[in-house]
């Protein structure tokens, strides 16, 4: 069965700091893979996404993932975080059908320090 | 223009009673979605749509039913409501082919069942 793994529920960075969620996804056939972020009292925002081709892949507000199929994993990244970057970070795998039903992971909360 | 909206944002009522959740898109798209999130921000998906084929998830429970007048609305209809189905509930859009899995998320709407 398809499924997304977030390890990490909360991470607190300091700002202007690198970050790096994790993600770990299982999933029978290759994977579309999502990054979205979501602020408090908002709805989901997409970031950057993953169909085929490249495997690093630039998103929107500095982030950036790499897909790695030895490890299952879609990382998220940034290499200085702002203040206005804390947030709940989800990963999710979709199989790109017309549809485009996905499965989230459960989230990653994250704190910045001032 | 909000692309994807909802109404209301927050609804309070009590057990056994019916209610209903609106949803508009004005981006163009072809697909609709209903997604809840849990009170630890777990987000599962509960229908799709798409002018052609409703998809039900099949752990929803049948008091559940989507509405769709036309492609732009996806209205959620809740009837005899329970304790358990207090959490967010999203609305989501998107466009078939390339666009897959890049869901374009309303605000929400926060159901409490008292």
């Known amino acids: 069965a398809q499924s997304v793994t977030q390890p990490d529920i909360h991470i607190t960075v300091s700002e202007g700091a690198s970050l790096e969620l994790r993600c770990n996804y299982s999933?029978?056939?290759?994977?579309?893979l999502f990054w979205y972020v979501q602020s408090p009292g908002q709805g989901l925002q997409l970031l950057l996404k993953?169909?085929?081709?490249?495997?690093l892949v630039q998103g929107i507000k500095g982030f950036e993932a790499e897909f790695k199929r030895s490890q299952s994993s879609f990382n998220l990244r940034k290499p200085s975080v702002h203040w206005s970057d804390a947030a709940e970070y989800f990963c999710?795998?979709?199989?790109?059908?017309?549809?485009?039903?996905?499965?989230f992971g459960k989230g990653t909360k994250l704190s910045v320090k001032p | 223009d909000t692309a994807v909206s909802q109404t209301p944002k927050y609804l309070v009522t009590q057990m056994g009673n019916d209610k209903s959740i609106k949803c508009e898109q004005n981006?163009?798209?072809?697909?609709m979605y209903w997604y809840k999130q849990d009170s630890k921000k777990f987000l599962k998906i509960m229908f799709s749509?798409?002018?052609?084929?409703?998809?039900i998830n099949e752990t929803v429970p049948n008091r559940f039913s989507p509405k769709s007048p036309d492609k732009a609305h996806l209205n959620l209809h809740i009837n005899s409501l329970e304790l358990g189905d207090s959490a967010v509930y999203f609305c989501?859009?998107?466009?078939?082919?390339?666009?897959?899995?890049?869901?374009?998320f309303g605000e929400g709407s926060r159901l409490t069942v008292l």
């Open positions: 981006l163009g798209h072809d697909t």
């Open positions: 993953y169909f085929s081709g490249d495997t």
């Open positions: 749509y798409n002018n052609k084929e409703l998809i």
């Open positions: 999933y029978g056939a290759t994977p579309y």
């Open positions: 999710a795998v979709g199989d790109g059908g017309s549809q485009g039903n996905l499965i």
């Open positions: 989501a859009s998107s466009q078939a082919g390339t666009g897959a899995g890049e869901l374009f």
